[in-house]
């Protein structure tokens, strides 16, 4: 699998809203997600400038909307923080401010639903392994055949017999070997446009297991520079 580029110093999520109905940006929006040690999903942080407000308010409210209106959504693009950094000075905002600065304006963060336990796949972890845990990242939003092909070539999916899916939603799979464990992961679509997901199963042997959070967010991440808004990541067994 090549190597992703180096992650930058800034952490934070950014994002451009337009106006409605035109290409130029109204506000920048930032988010950080709310994780649990293993990597899976409490809530969304999020602070918002406005042209309309001219200052940083935190707006959980919109982290929602993104996530929930079509219409709305299609006017969010996922930026760089030097693309977010240019955007804000052509609105009158000034320079971006520092990743503790805006960790310091979060305030209600938006919360997400903590589903029951649903067992995806065998209970039992495979022999030779102590655990298996299986995770999923769901998506809103489509992929264009762009960013579909991207996401082939960097995670090197495998593609599947049509015979192994009937449905004819899952993309590919791609394994991977971390500190004696076995990753692997699966692109899928979710239902006649609903979005999209990728289900990560853990096979874990002894030792800690950073390296799954790593790869949830590795995965979460480069999907989102692709064109597909992460909605939640939760654990399926």
Known sequence: MPHPPTPPARQLDYYL?????????EAVVVEEWVLRDDGT??????????????????????????????GLRARISAVSADAAQDALAQLGGGELPDEPWLRGRFADFLPLPSAPLLRLG????????????????????D???HGLQCLRLWWRLEPVEPAADPSGRLVGRARREVDDHELSWEL???????????????CLRDGPASAVPLLLRDLRQLARAHGLLPVTVERLG
Do not use: E, K, M
């Not at 495979?126 to 655990?131: L, T």
């Not at 979710?190 to 990560?200: E, F, K, S």
């Open 122 to 141: 065998p209970a039992q972890a495979p022999p030779g392994f102590r655990d298996r845990h299986v995770y999923r990242i769901l998506f809103a939003g």
């Open 41 to 70: 999903a409490i809530g969304i942080d999020n602070v918002t400038w406005t042209a309309a407000q001219r200052s940083w308010q935190c707006t959980p409210a919109l982290s929602r909307d993104l996530r929930a209106d079509d």
């Open 188 to 202: 899928r679509r979710v239902g006649p446009g609903l979005g999209w997901a990728v289900d990560l199963t853990a």
């Open 143 to 145: 992929l264009d055949r």
């Open 17 to 25: 809203l337009a106006a409605d109905g035109s290409g130029r940006p």
